[in-house]
């Protein structure tokens, strides 16, 4: 069965230019949180869906960051004006249901801003 | 506040011997703990997890040990292999929400 999967793998943009990373969670997990890891650290929460509803946003840095679930499987997390500090690895992580299940991750998408 | 900590960021062991990774965790009210294994270029992987009313939990070639009393976790891995080279991190539920809390990490490099 696939896992989590990531696209794109790997991302280099300009500052102030808009990018968007998609994430396709495991079938059937209704669960789906993105994280940001950057070099040498943990993974830091950004934001969690429940369904097609972001359920808990308050991990989203500020308001150039934006996350959607339109249909409650796929996502894509909207990065709008970049800066060289939103350098970092994108983390999608799926669970069948959330609190208190084993969150599945993917490979993760490399920004690099320039 | 709420944080998820390792004691050391990197551990070198000799191939075949015994792993031990520490974390400390500072939120009593967690009630379930996370193991994570990271190499180089992928996400996070799954290792084990333990719940709070357990103290032990085994799984292939791995233990998670809980202290509560300390607010103490650690994971051993039985002899140790190349393929054991990685980043481990634990981690906890966030604190009354969704999402997970992770540390930094503990690299361990083995030796041949």
């Known amino acids: 069965g696939a896992g989590v999967s990531q696209t794109p793998s790997n991302k280099v943009t300009e500052k102030g230019k808009y990018v968007e990373l998609r994430c396709d969670p495991i079938?059937?997990?209704?669960?789906l949180y993105w994280y940001r890891q950057s070099l040498g650290q943990g993974p830091e929460f950004l934001i969690y869906?429940?369904?097609?509803?972001?359920?808990?946003d308050s991990g989203l840095p500020n308001d150039r960051f934006f996350a959607v679930r339109p249909e409650g499987s796929v996502s894509t997390l909207k990065i709008q004006r970049t800066e060289r500090g939103d350098s970092a690895v994108y983390l999608c992580a799926s669970s069948p249901v959330g609190w208190g299940e084993t969150q599945y991750f993917g490979p993760g998408t490399r920004l690099l801003v320039l | 506040g709420e944080s998820v900590g390792l004691h050391l960021p990197t551990l070198s062991v000799q191939e075949g011997d015994n792993s031990i990774i520490n974390c400390a965790y500072s939120?009593?009210?967690?009630?379930?703990f996370i193991w994570y294994k990271q190499e180089s270029g992928k996400g996070p992987q799954f290792i084990i997890d333990?719940?709070?009313?357990?103290d032990k939990r085994q799984g292939q070639r791995v233990t998670v040990l809980l202290n509560k009393t300390v607010k103490h976790l650690s994971l051993q891995i039985a002899a140790t292999q190349p393929g054991d080279s990685a980043v481990y991190f634990c981690?906890?539920?966030?604190?009354?929400?969704?999402?997970?809390?992770f540390g930094k990490g503990t690299h361990l490099i083995i030796q041949p």
């Open positions: 939120n009593s009210a967690s009630d379930y």
């Open positions: 333990i719940r709070s009313n357990m």
């Open positions: 981690a906890e539920p966030r604190g009354g929400a969704d999402g997970l809390t």
């Open positions: 079938s059937g997990h209704t669960a």
């Open positions: 869906f429940q369904g097609t509803g972001a359920a808990d």
